[in-house]
């Protein structure tokens, strides 16, 4: 807990420090390479690029993650590239990924659009000697040579469906909002919950009516949280397992005081004026795990890639700066390929939701 305390602070000032010393909020448009910052180097990275691709540009937890990649890559002594495309398609991140290898950059981090679409421009990437990893949204095994995953998968899952359950009292109609139809992370987590609820009949009596597309844009999904509304009037829980569907989704529930209620994975620092046991509140309880460690366990799997200390395979392991639960260990993600896991999910409720909206 000391360390989880520790981590926390740390991560504060981090982010305090981010928005002093750097600008990570450059569109996939403008080719921006971040200076490394001199006073905190060690020197191990020197002369190499490290590059960051996110879903898109305009998600407050894209940049959480980019505030941690560039953080760690700066401590390195490395060179930073993020880029954020315009839009969560796999087309977006295909020409940036074409951009990053002419640029030759040493490695390549994304969160992908899409399990497959990627495959032959990351390959080619690979095949031009770029170290190629994911972190947050994963593609298949063939085209990553490691995963930085926030949490384990079936642990979400299991978090969301027991929230769905609880809120609902055990019954009754509920719906997900998600991200785009293609995310990887979205889709693991959603076939997750379908798992547990189809294979347990603790869940028997919850009733899945629709799975809504916000693709993570604000309006998308507060369009798609009215036609929900409007579809299902005995909707009792909407679940959005991505940080822009849930805010949207709680500013509809809020404003109409609907009798809606709604859970998911949400950042704190927007969501606390919604999270409440009262009527007056939409979203009683959610969870997430802390963007900017995502981030940084991004820039660390990237730099041990580019030195050598790992090749992507299960079983080895690498430091990860001051992280908490440095050194960390790959392990096989049930896919074919491998992962790190950061940690568990944690859950953000009316008692330290002051506390943490603050952080992240
Ligand atoms: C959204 C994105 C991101 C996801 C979070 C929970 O911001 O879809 O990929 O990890 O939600």
Redesign the pocket.
């Known amino acids: 807990m000391k360390k989880k305390v520790l981590s926390v602070l740390l991560c504060a000032a981090m982010a305090a420090g981010m928005l002093a010393g750097c600008g990570g909020d450059d569109k996939a448009s403008t080719d921006d390479a971040n200076k490394p910052a001199a006073s905190d180097a060690d020197g191990s990275a020197a002369g190499k690029k490290f590059a960051l691709v996110t879903?898109s540009a305009g998600?407050p937890?894209?940049e959480k993650e980019a505030e941690g990649f560039q953080q760690a890559i700066e401590s390195i002594g490395g060179e930073c590239i993020i880029k954020h495309p315009e839009s969560a398609t796999a087309d977006a991140q295909v020409s940036v990924i074409q951009s990053l290898i002419s640029q030759g950059v040493d490695s390549i981090c994304i969160?992908a659009n899409d399990e497959n679409a990627l495959q032959a421009a990351l390959e080619d990437a690979m095949a031009a000697g770029i170290k190629v990893s994911c972190l947050?949204?994963k593609t298949n095994a063939a085209s990553r040579m490691t995963f930085a995953n926030?949490a384990g998968t079936t642990e979400i899952g299991q978090a969301l469906m027991d929230a769905v359950y609880d809120i609902a009292g055990g019954e009754g109609d509920w719906a997900i909002l998600s991200?785009t139809s293609q995310?990887t992370?979205?889709n693991a987590w959603i076939d997750a919950m379908k798992d547990i609820m189809e294979n347990d009949s603790k869940y028997a009596n919850l009733n899945l009516v629709e799975v809504a597309y916000g693709d993570?844009e604000p309006v998308k999904s507060t369009d798609q949280t009215q036609a929900l509304l409007s579809k299902y009037p005995n909707l009792k829980v909407i679940c959005a397992?991505?940080?822009?569907g849930i805010a949207a989704a709680a500013k509809v529930l809020q404003d109409q005081s609907s009798a809606v209620k709604l859970t998911g994975?949400g950042l704190p620092s927007e969501m606390a004026e919604y999270i409440g046991d009262d009527d007056a509140h939409s979203c009683p309880y959610m969870f997430?795990w802390n963007p900017i460690d995502v981030g940084r366990l991004g820039a660390y799997i990237s730099a041990a890639l580019v030195d050598g200390t790992i090749t992507g395979a299960a079983g080895e392991t690498f430091e990860a700066g001051d992280m908490p639960n440095s050194p960390y260990t790959i392990v096989d993600a049930g896919d074919g390929g491998t992962e790190v896991i950061l940690g568990a999910p944690f859950k953000f409720d009316p008692t330290n939701i002051e506390e943490w909206k603050t952080v992240y």
Do not use: E, F, G, I
């Open positions: 879903k998600n937890y894209n969160a947050d949204s926030q991200a995310a992370n979205q993570d397992p991505t940080t822009v994975l997430l």
